[in-house]
């Protein structure tokens, strides 16, 4: 018999397996297909903290970053520094002064994930940087970072560390059934056999739905479909964030040791993961939307991927989804005790989230043994205790979360304070734009 089984092995539930073995659980985890070869394969590689958040969704900026800084002590070797441009040109949705305030708000979060404070480049600055940077109508250029990182490694890493601390991990096994007896879910069936278990969690990403639907339960998701270009080879020295064709998006190019990734889009996409593929109006449009900057970037990419963002369903406009992920414990919402799902959140809090689960299972099961993953490198390495900084309010994320409006307001608020900040900056004269030297001084440090 097994304390805790884990339906689904991508980042949420390798992590959620690892906190569970860790505390002493009896953890069995079933993936149908290969680990983390799902959506979170097919995500843009950043341990990265939602910047775009803070113009509608502070608390998952938070949440991310506060995460983040966890993740890149415990998964330093799979993570690389990422600078990241950001050009600015006449006539982009988002000018110079909205954009610098937003770097200037995301600063004091960037310190919780040990990113480096933005900087201003004139259009002269900007091109010695990017030579094939589109020169007409460029009024500058921003930088921050990120983080990227191998999100297939971290998965693997993640089922290593739970495996060494006892965990058994079953791959190309898909859960057929969840079993229940007398009302309460009891196990699972995969390849035939049936697996008694005191706790099931659903941890299936946008799969959520559909294996809630095994025990006769329901969980709420918008998916929105995301494409990326690949190309093998390195095609840019920096991440680039653009503007995207028609004005309202953004896209990354992302390169790393695996070549380049651009992409994603953001799409509505069909309720079963199954269904989810590329559109060709997808490639275009994000081709187009490279070659609008760089003329010369090749058309001819070498493959695709695309994947469901797994996000909780809630009303608004499809821009301005939350990404707060939730815990459902379903006894308390449908009566049917022994089974929990994780949904909705980021590869940027898989920690969190399998925190989160973790101590919702250690409840049911008596177990109070506090969470150790962020104390322990993937590796088994100890960690020294790290700088806190203010834990993110999940009453208040969870509350606003179903408030979009208020949610957005919240957002809001707190720009128009960065935008006094700012402006009382700018009118002290200290904030100055810096040089392509100071720019490679700073990432290369
Ligand atoms: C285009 C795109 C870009 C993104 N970029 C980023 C980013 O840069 N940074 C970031 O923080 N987040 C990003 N995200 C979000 C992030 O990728 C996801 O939130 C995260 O990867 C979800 O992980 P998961 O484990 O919940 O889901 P998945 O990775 O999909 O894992 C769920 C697993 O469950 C398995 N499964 C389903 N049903 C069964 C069954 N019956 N039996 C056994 N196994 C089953 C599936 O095979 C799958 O492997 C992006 C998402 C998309 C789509």
């Known amino acids: 018999m097994h304390d805790v089984i884990i339906i689904g092995g991508g980042v949420t539930g390798a992590g959620t397996a690892r906190d569970c073995a860790m505390r002493g659980l009896k953890v069995l985890l079933f993936e149908k297909g290969s680990p983390g070869g799902a959506t979170t394969a097919s995500s843009t590689h950043l341990i990265h903290g939602g910047l ?3 113009l509608y969704d502070r608390l998952t900026t938070h949440t991310t970053c506060w995460d983040s800084g966890h993740i890149i002590r415990i998964a330093a070797p799979l993570l690389r520094r990422l600078p990241v441009i950001w050009p600015v040109y006449k006539g982009h949705a988002h000018g110079m002064t909205t954009v610098e305030t937003l770097l200037e708000a995301y600063d004091g979060f960037q310190r919780m994930k040990g990113g480096l404070p933005h900087l201003r480049l004139r259009p002269e600055e900007a091109l010695r940087l990017l030579p094939g940077l589109k020169r007409e109508g460029l009024i500058g250029a921003f930088s921050f970072d990120e983080w990227w990182v191998d999100p297939v490694a971290l998965v693997a890493k993640n089922l290593d560390s739970a495996a060494r601390h006892g965990a058994r991990v079953e791959t190309g096994s898909a859960v057929t059934e969840i079993l229940r007896r007398d009302g309460k879910v009891c196990g699972v069936a ?4 049936e697996y008694p278990g005191r706790v099931v969690i659903n941890a299936s990403g946008p799969w959520a739905d559909k ?3 095994m025990a006769g339960l329901r969980i709420p998701l918008r998916l929105q479909k995301g494409t990326h270009l690949c190309y093998r080879e390195r095609l840019t020295p920096v ?6 064709e028609g004005g309202c998006r953004y896209v990354f190019v992302i390169p790393s040791e695996q070549g380049t990734l651009v992409g994603p889009t953001d799409i509505s996409a069909p309720a079963d993961p199954e269904r989810i593929a590329t559109d060709p109006e997808e490639i275009s449009y994000l081709l187009a939307s490279v070659r609008r900057y760089f003329a010369d970037f090749p058309e001819r990419y070498d493959s695709t991927i695309v994947g469901a963002r797994p996000i909780l369903g809630q009303s608004g406009s499809e821009k301005l989804l939350s990404r707060e992920f939730e815990v459902f414990d379903h006894a308390k919402r449908d009566g049917v005790e022994g089974l929990l799902t994780i949904g909705g959140g980021k590869l ?17 099961l008596g177990r109070a043994v506090p969470c150790r993953t962020a104390r322990e490198t993937l590796e088994g390495g100890l960690l020294a205790e790290r700088l806190s900084f203010p834990k993110p309010w999940r009453a208040a994320k969870s509350f606003l979360r179903h408030h979009p409006y208020l949610r957005e307001l919240h957002a809001l608020a707190y720009l128009g304070t ?4 700012h402006l009382a900056r700018e009118a002290l004269g200290r904030n100055r734009d810096s040089t392509a030297e100071s720019f490679r001084k700073l990432y290369e440090s």
């Open 52 to 54: 775009r958040y803070l």
């Open 190 to 193: 995969a390849q035939g056999a």
């Open 211 to 213: 294996t809630a639907r």
């Open 239 to 244: 991440g680039l964030i653009l503007e995207a």
């Open 348 to 364: 940027s809090d898989f920690r969190i989230m399998a925190e989160a689960v973790t101590d919702a299972a250690c409840v049911k």
């Open 418 to 421: 960065g935008l006094a900040r």
